[in-house]
């Protein structure tokens, strides 16, 4: 069978001839070799590079190949060891596989045994590449880091759903609109031991009372008029997974003992019908409402309530860590470049500051819409404020702030002024200390140096008229 397995090795022994000719035998095979004579440059090379394949003489000058076995296991757990020994015996092969060797050969080495060997660890490792990478495109669609954020309120959240995951505890996900409480109640799920199960996600407050019941329920034919036929509903579709309920504070009185009876009891009877179904469904809620508020005005069940309320997550608006946002447009930059096939590199220093300083009403939500309009309308390989809405500048508080960031320059100059003219105001303002006018300007000083070599800003260019 014809041979396509390359991978990266590393051959570890003190003889010299040895490992010369091993060296060159497996460079011949197609793999990218490279040497070491001790345990020391050993360690200190995978600490450089991430070998595949590392293959160790057990006698070495300063310490043995257990040791640098022991060390790969904790600091390069990726990495396939192969020992090799000239006096091999059963009971330190078995010693070997015991500690997490992959192989243990006696020499001479050089030949088939050699190769079939590498050949399965790194095929090894390249299946467990393409498993991992497979593991980590799931996860980023649906786990916790499709949940973007490292403010201390987002990690205390995530802390909180990755303990409640593995359990069948009831969550309730509390947060403004456009914080995200979707995506969080999918990471819980997936997360969960259901994750091989249906999540079926209703939105309560876009289907009206008369026809929501029936969608959660299901309904058998002349239930009402237009039920011709038996309809399954939301919580058996759901049944062995979770159903995520979103705005459950809309919910009706009736529809309200309905869950609570669901929650009680795990049964239900579909509209209209008189059989009564059972089901094992997680049930993760979702509401923007203050919902002890809701209990207190008499719209949202006492009981219900505090059935729901076992597990709270309360997803913090945007606003309340500004600190994220930086890390959020970076995330939805590289989105909107590959859905658009475009090229936009970052966001420039004074459009981030602006970004940081507005109140965001929308949250993620509005922050996912602004970068894509910015992508669609920048026109050039970085976003500025110019290619922000200009509601973002509606609140003059906001808007000092920002000038304050540009050294005294007002934002209307900064969008309609050349991005030349408010440089050299900055240098001439900090008597053409660059490090000064950088921080003014809210940038680090290589962005300050390709900016004035791009305009051809120096004191000589700017006086010689004078």
Known sequence: MARNI??????????????????????SLGHRTETASNCTDAIARMQEFP?????????????????LLQWSRENAPETSVILLTGFGTIESAVEAIRMGAFDYLTKPVIGEELRFSIDRA??????????????????????????????????????????VAATRTTVLILGESGTGKTITARSIHHLSKRRDKPFVEVACGSLPESLLESELFGHVAG??????????????????GTLFLDEVATASPALQLKLLRVLQDREFEPVGGNVTQKVDVRLVLATNENLED???????????YYRINVIGITQPPLRERSGDIPLLSAHYLQ?????????????????????????WPGNVREL?????????????????????????????????????????????????????????????????????????????RTTLYKKMKRYDIDFESVYRHI
């Open 368 to 444: 996912v819409n602004v970068i894509e309009r910015a992508v669609v309308l920048c026109r050039e390989n970085h976003i500025t404020v110019a290619d922000l809405p200009e509601k973002m500048f509606a609140n003059h508080d906001h808007r000092a702030n920002i000038e304050t960031q540009l050294g005294g320059a007002s934002l209307k100059s900064a969008l309609t002024e050349p991005e030349r003219h408010l440089i050299i105001q900055a240098l001439e303002a900090s008597g053409w200390n660059r490090q000064k006018t950088a921080r003014t300007l809210g940038i680090n």
């Open 223 to 240: 239930a009402f008029t237009g039920a011709l036929h038996d309809k399954a509903g939301k919580f058996l579709q759901a049944d062995g």
């Open 51 to 67: 070998f595949e394949v590392v293959l160790c003489d057990v006698n070495l000058p300063d310490k043995d190949g257990f040791q």
């Open 122 to 163: 790194v095929g090894q490792r390249q299946i467990l590449d393409e498993n991992r990478k497979v593991k980590i495109q799931s996860t980023q669609r649906f786990g916790l880091s499709a949940i973007v954020g490292k403010d201390y309120k987002m990690l205390r959240m995530f802390e909180l759903i990755e303990s």
């Open 294 to 304: 809701c209990v207190k005005r008499g719209t949202f069940r006492e009981d219900l």
């Open 335 to 359: 989105v909107f470049n590959e859905q658009t096939g475009r090229n936009i590199i970052d966001i420039d220093e004074m459009a981030m500051q602006a970004m940081q300083h507005y109140h």
């Open 6 to 27: 390359s991978g990266s090795l590393l051959v570890v022994d003190d003889d010299r001839y040895i490992q010369a000719a091993m060296a060159d035998y497996l460079r």
